[in-house]
């Protein structure tokens, strides 16, 4: 521990009096990993977490300079009963503000020394709106100013169909106007997992996501994962982007997340496939934030991380330099929250 603190120490200093051209990012011998994971849960969906001083600790281990602080958009909540001698035996699953409690706590007794942290309100439940808003007041009454960003929740999740999750409805999404303004007003981003559709019915789920963006043009909308799943291996790479692009070009506000190994193990790592994402990563890389996805638990080691942050950064190294500095190195994540701070450029070759 003390070794990792003298030698942060070394870097930082190094850096403050480096030159131009030693700050710049060179690509053919620094690592290709990503710097800022937007896409992390602290909290589990059962269980016990992970606690957060040691992830913390992953993060610095692992060169990770900022991270965002979700909760998990689906919680067993019968946990703390079932762990202090009640019932263990039910199967449902809901959105919970437990999370955000937890979270919060752990960033107001932790202040964080080397990782950046965006703390996330995780507890919507997009099918049953009416109380989100009122929940938005009392984690800022609670926790004034801590809270920024809002998600990842979930529109519709195939994943957790046998857990009593049904998709939001048409008419539900029309009910989320009052929380969707609350949002606007705070200029608070909010990330949705909206799964495209399925092996069977690749677009089935996509009108959902349509009328999102079509009833929330002004909101930020940060799609999860380009939509994909464990439940759409198969999706056509060509008509994928070409739908990804056509939603980018007609909603300005919209934003999408490649986080989730999903992506790396079914599209970016086989060759056929990987050329339609690098093009149109390369062309939407503004609007593109990436991530692990990790959902740690108290069984999560640092191994676990490291091997989610090398599949979901293998992307990186296919992009343009233009798209690495944005995606890898942070820039369109910096720009989103309005930070006022640059990502090193990539050194030119002589
Ligand atoms: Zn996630």
Redesign the pocket.
Known sequence: MKRGWRWLGLSWAVLAIGTEAAQCFDRAAQSHRFVVDS?L?FQPFSGPALPHEELIGYLERAGIQYANV?G?GQTRIQDWGCFHGGRCDSDVIMPTMKNDFLNAKNLADHPSRNVGLTLSMTFPDLQHPDTIVDRMDILDSEFPGFFQWMG?ANVVKQALFVWGHEPATLEDIDAWAPFMAKLRERQMPLAL?SDFGNDQDPLKYLPLMQAILERYPDNVVVW?HLGMSREQRDMEPRQHTRILSELMDEYPNLWLDI??NVLYDYYFSEPTRRPFYVDFLNQYSDRVLTGT?I?ASEHTGYSQYERALDDTSYINQFLDDNAFRNIALGQSYFNLLGWDKSAPAICTKE
Do not use: P
Request: glycine share 0%.
């Open positions: 896409h849960h979700y998990i990842e997992h999860m986080s989730w996805d959902v």
